[in-house]
């Protein structure tokens, strides 16, 4: 992707990209559109479709970072494609939509990534139609196969001996970072949002406020998770070290001092490379999380709880599994 394509960094006022667009009086809102569709104007419609987003999506203006990113970015890959094979956006063939999505599967992209894709076309269909700019709706029904494999089996959770492995060489920051997603289940964004008001070593439990969808909720804590986190805020926490005389004068709110996952993810990135273990993103901590505590309790509810899942066929399909022979000592008596 070269930097003219690169996606835009999200900058949180999802309000002021609204008002961009619905200060417009309808006439001109029409004609901004039909010429950025008809220019494939890519700054221009991912602006439309990030307002659209956050106007008449069903989160709003609280739709989370990662959604807009992610529909930004893909309105900026299928604008690209449009524009290279010559598709008309304002008048799109009736095979464009199924020729698009035939064509990132032949590219070797998993069926789950395309239908994130498709999501992110179609969004910015129901933009161009709520600015006025065209009737069509050509993903309406676009057929994605589906991914049979489950999730936990494509994406495997971290292993009992790569997260000890680890725990071994890392620093406390790392350590406690680990220890959050993988005992604790949390996502990384909602770890980096952490507090340290969130956090009770004493009760053992962390304070989730925002979670997926906005939901709050308590996590428990393991013995070796409350220790780190102990450890944490001696050394980085109020009243610790770092704010002392001639230090920092006034600690932050937020628990971590990376700002951003792709920081987490450099630096826990490092200490994987370290210890030898290779690093697969932040969910196979997660993944880690749900299938200890699946083998331990053996009930997909109170897993899917502690992960944050509204649904446990999440759960079951995606982030915790039990052995294959799980069974056998329950069989032995008959």
């Not at 221009?44 to 008449?56: I, M, N, Q, R």
């Not at 628990?255 to 990135?269: D, N, Q, S």
Request: aromatic fraction near 8%; hydrophobic fraction near 35%.
């Amino acid at each position: 992707m070269t930097p003219s394509h690169a996606l835009e960094q999200y900058k949180g006022d999802l309000l002021s990209s609204t008002r961009e667009w619905t200060n417009l009086h309808d006439d001109e809102l029409k004609r901004r559109a039909v010429r950025a569709a008809g220019d494939k104007d890519s700054a221009e419609l991912v602006s439309l479709t990030t307002a659209y987003l956050a106007h008449g999506g069903s989160s709003g203006v609280l739709t989370s970072p990662r959604t807009v990113e992610a529909y930004q970015l893909g309105t900026r890959q299928f604008v690209e494609y449009a524009e290279q094979n010559a598709v008309s956006l304002l008048k799109p063939g009736r095979h464009m939509a199924q020729g698009y999505v035939n064509w990132m599967l032949a590219q070797g992209r998993k069926p789950a990534g395309v239908q994130l894709k498709v999501a992110a076309a179609g969004c910015l269909y129901r933009a161009l139609r709520w600015a006025g700019a065209t009737e069509a709706d050509p993903f309406r029904d676009v057929r994605v196969p589906k991914d049979r494999t489950p999730g936990i089996i494509k994406r495997p959770p971290y292993t009992e001996s790569e997260i000890a492995d680890v725990l071994e060489g890392a620093d406390v920051h790392i350590r406690f970072l680990l220890f959050v997603t993988a005992h604790g289940g949390l996502r990384i964004s909602e770890a980096l949002a952490l507090e340290w008001d969130d956090i009770d070593e004493d009760a053992r439990r962390i304070h989730v406020r925002s979670g997926k969808g906005r939901k709050a909720r308590m996590v428990a804590m393991s013995q070796s998770l409350s220790e780190a986190a102990r450890a944490y805020r001696v050394t980085h926490g109020p009243g610790g070290p770092e704010f002392g005389a001639g230090r920092r004068a006034t600690p932050p709110q937020r628990v971590f001092r990376y700002g951003t996952a792709p920081t987490a993810r450099y630096h826990l990135e490092r200490a994987f490379k370290a210890a030898g273990v290779e690093f697969r993103g932040f969910h196979p901590g997660r993944k880690y999380a749900g299938t200890r505590l699946l083998q331990q309790i053996k009930d997909f509810g109170r897993v899917a709880a502690h992960l944050g899942h509204e649904s446990v066929d999440t759960t079951r399909k995606g982030y915790a599994r039990l052995a294959a022979d799980d069974l056998k000592d329950d069989l032995a008596g008959w």
